[in-house]
C-alpha cells in the first residue's frame, strides 16, 4: 500500500506540476501575445515615422530648390540693378553730349549768321562800287 500511496503522491505532485506548467505557459502566452502588440505598435510608428522622415527629405529637397531659386532671384535681382545704373551713367554722359553739341549747334549759328551778314554786307560793298565802277566808266 504503501507503494499505491507513493504512486498517488507522485500522481498528485504530477498533476500539481502539469497544473503549474500550464498556468506557466498560459502566462507565458499571455505575455508573448501581449509583446507581439507592442511590437505591432512599435512597426506602425516605425511606419509612420519613415513616412515623416520621407517627408521632411522632400520638404528638404523642395527648401534647397527654393533657396537656389531664391539666390538665382538676386543674382538676376543684382545684375539688373548693375545694368540699371550702367544705363543711367550711360544717360547722364549722352544728355552731357547732346548739351555740349546743342551749345556748338548755337556757336556755329552764330558764327554762320556773323559770316552770312558780312558776305551780304561785303556782297553790298561790292555791288556798290560795281556800279560806280561802271558808272565811271
Do not use: F, H, I, P
Request: net charge negative; with cysteine.
Amino acid at each position: 500500500k504503501s507503494r499505491e500511496e507513493q504512486l498517488l503522491a507522485s500522481l498528485a505532485e504530477e498533476s500539481q506540476l502539469r497544473a503549474q506548467t500550464a498556468g506557466e505557459l498560459k502566462r507565458s502566452t499571455d505575455l508573448l501575445r501581449k509583446e507581439e502588440e507592442k511590437c505591432g505598435k512599435l512597426e506602425r510608428r516605425l511606419e509612420a515615422t519613415t513616412q515623416m522622415v520621407a517627408q521632411l527629405s522632400d520638404t528638404r529637397l523642395e527648401l534647397r530648390d527654393t533657396r537656389n531659386n531664391l539666390n538665382n532671384t538676386e543674382q538676376a535681382r543684382m545684375t539688373m540693378y548693375a545694368a540699371v545704373e550702367r544705363l543711367t551713367d550711360e544717360n547722364e554722359a549722352l544728355k552731357k553730349e547732346l548739351g555740349l553739341l546743342k551749345a556748338r549747334a548755337s556757336e556755329l549759328d552764330t558764327a554762320l549768321a556773323e559770316t552770312s551778314a558780312a558776305l551780304k554786307s561785303a556782297l553790298e560793298e561790292g555791288a556798290a562800287a560795281a556800279t560806280a565802277a561802271a558808272a565811271a566808266m
